[in-house]
């Protein structure tokens, strides 16, 4: 061991979930392996884990190197980091007048039809200043890293000109620098037609591939480029086109794929070679098998299929049957799921999804990692990662998704830095 210290010893942890295993996107049996240990401890210098395990290998491993701080987890529940992989984290607005409309009948689709839905949240973000956008996504990131989450996607989409699709990035891109969660940025200028090009879906994509795409790329806003392909917003044919320009600048690959309707996402998105595919409710089983042929990781969405009342949700049973690594995700955003609590998915993942613990967990660390193509740093509690870590007030894994609808976290760590203590954000 190189290292002459040890900055943070974190021992006395009850249950230690490491996640060590395969540096493979988890699929099948391997989802449910999540390598946890009894009275494990943690050491880490510069913000990396140097050793991990029962708290005899560490202690052994670290031998007589000096430990400038230790903490006691008091014999709680340890996890690596939580990973939300699918956000829409900064925009403009509340949409809560929607909820009346879901109440009286009105389907997703009918009330994006009608001007409202993400249009309405357009209207919103290009009002907002640049600083109004960030004070109201900093809240959210507050949040969300108070319920344990370390590492978030966030996506665009809500400007729809380049100006304000900028913006949105701008934004990402501040708080990334800023807020001790990290961000991955997608560019998803293409998550609807705006108002101004209605009819003319042609030309917008035009737009996109010739003026939009080649700006994000120059200055650097964005490392993936998302579609939302969908009856009534992109075609297949449309988002193929958008992928595969963006394909060409060098960005990754991400699609909303047969959320409501089974129009052939999923296909796309193995066609493709997308790193990953959202939502899926309605994809068919050809969908799916095409995204297992070609390493497509699925990001499922419990808490939207919940939000928008649907009778079924996306099958993740299935996935697991076939072979397809499954990520679980928020997708916060304000109209489809106005929630920031990857808490609340963990749970609606076991109850609406039908995953066990293990498996939920997997899909919300080291196959969320992979999803945003971080699984070198982050995902698991392994030697030589970043120091991201969650000391829930829980004895055990299954008591997370099963007491559900209240936070859980006692501490956050960041790169070995506290940021929540007792339950209280001190970043
Ligand atoms: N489905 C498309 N986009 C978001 C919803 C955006 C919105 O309703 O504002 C989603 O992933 O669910
Ligand atoms: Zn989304």
């Avoid at 992989?85 to 689709?109: C, D, F, I, Q, W």
């Avoid at 959202?278 to 299929?305: F, K, N, Y």
């Avoid at 304000?334 to 995953?355: A, D, F, K, R």
């Amino acid at each position: 061991m190189e290292n002459n210290r040890i900055d943070l010893l974190i021992h006395n942890i009850g249950t230690l979930i490491t996640m060590q295993g395969t540096q493979e996107p988890r699929r099948g049996d391997e989802m449910s392996e999540v390598a946890a240990v009894r009275r494990g401890s943690v050491a880490i210098t510069d913000g990396i884990i140097i050793a991990v395990g029962t708290e005899e290998e560490v202690l052994a491993q670290i031998a007589e190197l000096p430990v400038t701080h230790k903490h006691d987890a008091e014999g709680k529940l340890v996890t690596p980091g939580l990973i939300d992989p699918h956000t829409h984290l900064v925009h403009g607005g509340s949409r809560e007048n929607e909820l009346a409309l879901k109440l009286k009948g009105a389907s997703y689709l009918e009330i994006l039809a009608q001007g409202g839905g993400i249009l309405s949240t357009v209207r919103s973000t290009r009002q907002a200043s640049e600083e109004e956008l960030y004070v109201k996504a900093k809240k959210s990131l507050d949040t969300m890293l108070s319920y344990g989450v370390t590492t978030a996607e966030a996506k665009s989409g809500y400007g729809l000109t380049l100006e304000d699709e900028l913006k949105q990035l701008r934004v990402t891109r501040k708080l990334d620098q800023e807020h001790p969660v990290d961000l991955v940025s997608t560019f998803m200028g293409a998550h609807m037609v705006p108002e101004e090009y209605k009819g003319r879906s042609q030309e917008f994509v035009q737009l996109l591939i010739e003026e939009m795409l080649p700006e994000v790329k120059r200055q650097g806003l964005a490392e993936f480029c998302d579609v939302f392909c969908e009856h009534g917003v992109f075609s297949v044919e449309e988002s193929e086109q958008i992928l595969l320009a963006a394909k060409a600048m060098g960005f990754g690959l991400k699609i909303h794929a047969d959320e409501i309707e089974p129009i052939g996402g999923a296909q796309l998105a193995g066609k493709m070679g997308c790193i990953s595919a959202e939502h899926l409710i309605a994809a068919s089983d050809e969908g799916l098998e095409a995204m297992q042929r070609a390493g497509v990781i699925a990001v499922c969405l419990p808490a939207t299929s919940f939000n928008l009342r649907l009778k079924h949700h996306a099958r993740a049973r299935k996935m697991i049957e076939i072979g397809l690594p499954v990520a679980l995700s928020t997708d916060y955003n304000p109209g489809s799921s106005p929630t920031e609590s990857i808490q609340l998915v963990m749970t609606l993942g076991c109850l609406n999804l039908g995953l066990t613990p293990e498996e939920v967990l997997t899909a919300v660390t080291i196959n969320a990692a992979h999803a945003i193509g971080k699984a070198d740093t982050i995902g698991s509690l392994e030697a030589g990662k970043q120091a991201d870590l969650v000391i829930f007030n829980a004895e055990n894994l299954a008591y997370l998704p099963y007491h559900f609808g209240i936070n859980h976290v006692h501490s956050v760590f960041k790169q070995g830095k506290m940021v929540v203590s007792d339950g209280n954000l001190i970043h």
